[in-house]
């Protein structure tokens, strides 16, 4: 992680994190909440509605430390593409952003490589934050994905 540089209101801060999305099982963060009457038959998941509680690491490896939680949804909303619109807060409890959080909300395809997302907001050092985040999907496992998520922020 790169820490916020400078001391004006200009300050900037590049910085990678993992998240870490359980899809089943008594460890699962990641919860479907509704479903449109075509889901079941879309190619594309259309209308499915999930919830998350994912956590925030410093490397892909899901035991490596935590930096928190990103909490949010995703609807699938794409009749079309595998695509989602998603808003997630990424709350960081640990290293050098703890007590502080950023928001980010806009359309995803999860298996296209650097998808680029709004910072909408955020707390503590983020406090009137703007940027973008570059996300990929790192690695997956039938039961795991795991995303890599590049925050530029200013």
């Keep these: 992680m790169v820490l916020c540089n400078g001391s004006s209101l200009n300050k900037k801060a590049t910085f990678r994190v993992y998240l870490q999305e359980i899809l089943s099982g008594p460890n699962a963060t990641l919860y479907e909440v509704a479903r449109a009457n075509i889901t ?11 919830v998350g ?6 490397t892909p490896d899901p035991n490596s430390m935590r930096l928190g939680r990103s909490q949010g949804f995703v609807a699938f909303s794409d009749l079309d593409d595998i695509a989602i619109v998603l808003t997630y807060t990424f709350i960081f409890t640990d290293g050098p952003y703890r007590g502080s959080s950023l928001t980010i909300a806009g359309r995803k395809m999860p298996f296209v490589k650097n998808q680029e997302i709004p910072i909408i907001g955020g707390t503590g050092v983020f406090r009137l934050a703007r940027g973008y985040t570059i996300s990929s999907l790192f690695s997956s496992t039938p039961n795991t994905f795991v995303f890599v998520y590049d925050f530029y922020v200013v």
């Design 40 to 50: 079941s038959t879309s190619p594309t998941n259309f209308g499915q509605f999930l």
């Design 53 to 58: 509680d994912d956590f925030v690491t410093a």
